[in-house]
């Protein structure tokens, strides 16, 4: 059976869509081998591509601290992405983010998968559309159905909420400030299913 030491390894070397030729590397998931929560971003930024590791950029710095205040530990889940390479434009010295393709999704779910069933968590996060539609439908919306538990043959309890990037990107100190909450607030009662 696939270790996720072994699957890391061997998604380094992955060639399945064309992003890895543009990326620094692939930016496999990292936690708990067998975390009861498993959280699944859109793809890695900037930050994530340069270091190897995800969630570890502006979006990821928010994300630690929501967790904290949620009373979830960040070594105790798994993080990963739904795709594993930085897909970005340049505008001119710096790379701006670019939403990943179906096709560029679906080359790169065999690794979700496989991560799934190596961690086998027992709730499942999707944060952010682009994560849940990948691993929910394209008809998912994370606007109406967020914080609603899914019925997914993925995890025994799957939830979407919105990605920590769309955090950053509301208008102004009071947009953050309550978009912030309502994460927290996700995340807490992603905690809760834990026990349920």
């Not at 849940?132 to 899914?150: D, E, I, K, N, S």
């Not at 909450?181 to 992603?190: E, H, I, P, Q, S």
């Amino acid at each position: 059976m696939a270790t996720l030491a072994s699957l890391r390894e061997d998604a380094a070397r992955c060639r399945a869509c064309p992003l890895w030729r543009h990326a620094t590397q692939t930016v496999f998931g990292e936690g708990a081998a067998k975390a009861e929560l498993l959280f699944v971003g859109e793809q890695p930024g900037d930050a994530e591509d340069k270091e190897g590791r995800p969630f570890v950029g502006p979006a990821g710095r928010v994300f630690d601290e929501a967790l904290a205040e949620a009373g979830i530990e960040r070594e105790k889940v798994y993080v990963t992405n739904a795709v594993k390479h930085f897909k970005w434009k340049a505008r001119g010295k710096r790379r701006i983010h670019q939403k990943p393709n179906a096709a560029e999704i679906a080359a790169c779910r065999p690794w979700l998968d496989a991560e799934l069933e190596v961690v086998s968590p027992s709730v499942l996060v999707a944060l952010g559309a682009t994560a849940a539609q990948a691993m929910l439908g394209r008809g998912f919306r994370v606007t109406q159905q967020r914080g609603v538990p899914v019925e997914s043959d993925l995890a025994p309890n799957v939830v979407a909420t919105v990605h920590p990037s769309s955090i950053l990107r509301a208008p102004d100190e009071a947009a953050r400030t309550e978009a912030y909450a309502a994460f927290v607030v996700d995340l807490k009662a992603a905690a809760r299913l834990l026990s349920s």
